[in-house]
Protein backbone atom coordinates (compact mmCIF):
# COMPACT_ATOMS: atom_id res chain seq x y z
CA UNK A 1 0.00 0.00 0.00
CA UNK A 2 0.78 3.12 -0.70
CA UNK A 3 -0.12 6.10 1.68
CA UNK A 4 0.64 9.85 1.22
CA UNK A 5 -0.39 13.14 2.43
CA UNK A 6 -1.59 15.27 0.06
CA UNK A 7 -0.54 18.89 2.13
CA UNK A 8 3.29 18.80 2.94
CA UNK A 9 4.42 17.44 6.40
CA UNK A 10 0.15 17.25 7.60
CA UNK A 11 1.32 20.42 10.25
CA UNK A 12 -2.44 22.23 10.61
CA UNK A 13 -4.36 24.32 12.97
CA UNK A 14 -6.78 23.79 15.17
CA UNK A 15 -9.84 24.02 13.08
CA UNK A 16 -8.04 23.23 9.45
CA UNK A 17 -8.60 20.87 7.13
CA UNK A 18 -6.33 17.78 5.64
CA UNK A 19 -7.15 15.23 3.05
CA UNK A 20 -5.43 12.01 3.36
CA UNK A 21 -4.92 9.54 0.33
CA UNK A 22 -4.02 6.07 -0.02
CA UNK A 23 -3.18 4.13 -3.20
CA UNK A 24 -3.32 0.96 -3.58
CA UNK A 25 -0.64 -1.23 -5.82
CA UNK A 26 -1.14 -4.40 -6.86
CA UNK A 27 -4.99 -4.17 -6.03
CA UNK A 28 -8.03 -3.58 -6.33
CA UNK A 29 -9.59 -1.30 -3.58
CA UNK A 30 -12.89 -2.01 -4.36
CA UNK A 31 -12.57 -5.62 -3.97
CA UNK A 32 -12.06 -5.29 -0.24
CA UNK A 33 -12.81 -3.30 2.73
CA UNK A 34 -10.42 -0.57 3.41
CA UNK A 35 -9.75 1.32 6.90
CA UNK A 36 -7.71 4.01 8.52
CA UNK A 37 -6.11 3.33 11.70
CA UNK A 38 -4.25 6.00 13.86
CA UNK A 39 -1.97 5.51 16.52
CA UNK A 40 -0.72 8.58 18.96
CA UNK A 41 2.22 8.21 21.03
CA UNK A 42 1.97 6.09 23.92
CA UNK A 43 -1.67 5.05 22.73
CA UNK A 44 -2.95 1.99 21.10
CA UNK A 45 -3.66 1.93 17.04
CA UNK A 46 -7.54 2.75 17.09
CA UNK A 47 -9.62 2.05 13.96
CA UNK A 48 -11.04 6.00 12.78
CA UNK A 49 -12.95 4.92 9.95
CA UNK A 50 -13.94 1.96 7.69
CA UNK A 51 -15.16 1.83 4.15
CA UNK A 52 -16.71 -1.49 3.04
CA UNK A 53 -16.54 -3.05 -0.70
CA UNK A 54 -20.15 -2.22 -1.13
CA UNK A 55 -19.64 1.86 0.34
CA UNK A 56 -20.84 1.57 3.49
CA UNK A 57 -19.30 3.64 5.68
CA UNK A 58 -18.45 3.24 9.52
CA UNK A 59 -16.57 5.55 11.72
CA UNK A 60 -15.07 5.87 15.59
CA UNK A 61 -17.46 8.05 17.67
CA UNK A 62 -14.83 10.92 17.89
CA UNK A 63 -14.33 11.42 14.57
CA UNK A 64 -18.37 11.34 13.21
CA UNK A 65 -19.01 14.91 11.84
CA UNK A 66 -15.98 15.56 11.33
CA UNK A 67 -13.51 12.93 8.96
CA UNK A 68 -15.22 11.36 6.03
CA UNK A 69 -13.94 8.10 4.36
CA UNK A 70 -13.74 7.70 0.17
CA UNK A 71 -12.81 5.30 -1.99
CA UNK A 72 -12.14 6.53 -5.93
CA UNK A 73 -12.65 3.56 -7.80
CA UNK A 74 -11.01 4.74 -10.85
CA UNK A 75 -7.78 6.06 -9.16
CA UNK A 76 -7.81 2.80 -7.25
CA UNK A 77 -7.58 5.65 -4.04
CA UNK A 78 -9.06 5.40 -0.80
CA UNK A 79 -9.36 9.13 1.24
CA UNK A 80 -10.16 10.24 4.58
CA UNK A 81 -11.22 13.59 4.39
CA UNK A 82 -10.40 15.42 7.91
CA UNK A 83 -12.68 18.56 8.86
CA UNK A 84 -12.52 20.84 11.98
CA UNK A 85 -9.50 18.94 12.99
CA UNK A 86 -8.44 19.10 17.21
CA UNK A 87 -5.34 19.05 18.90
CA UNK A 88 -6.29 15.39 19.64
CA UNK A 89 -6.47 13.96 15.96
CA UNK A 90 -2.99 14.43 16.38
CA UNK A 91 -1.75 11.33 15.01
CA UNK A 92 0.07 8.83 13.00
CA UNK A 93 -2.50 7.50 10.12
CA UNK A 94 -2.16 4.47 8.61
CA UNK A 95 -4.68 3.14 5.77
CA UNK A 96 -5.17 -0.74 6.28
CA UNK A 97 -6.83 -3.31 4.56
CA UNK A 98 -7.33 -7.50 4.56
CA UNK A 99 -6.82 -9.47 1.40
CA UNK A 100 -7.48 -13.43 2.76
CA UNK A 101 -5.86 -13.62 5.81
CA UNK A 102 -3.38 -11.00 5.45
CA UNK A 103 -3.16 -7.16 6.71
CA UNK A 104 -1.80 -4.79 4.28
CA UNK A 105 -1.04 -1.26 6.47
CA UNK A 106 0.30 1.81 4.65
CA UNK A 107 3.60 3.70 5.94
CA UNK A 108 1.57 5.80 8.11
CA UNK A 109 1.33 9.56 7.48
CA UNK A 110 2.03 12.12 10.34
CA UNK A 111 -0.14 14.76 11.25
CA UNK A 112 0.28 17.39 13.62
CA UNK A 113 -2.15 20.03 14.95
CA UNK A 114 -1.43 22.83 16.82
CA UNK A 115 -3.57 24.75 19.07
Known amino acids: LMCSCRRGGGLVQAGDSLRLSCAAS????????TNWYRQAPGKQRELVAA???????NYADSVKGRFTISRDNAKNTVYLQMNSLKPEDASVYYC?????????WGKGTLVTVSS
Open 96 to 104: HTIIGSLDY
Open 51 to 57: ITRAGTT
Open 26 to 33: GFIFSRYS
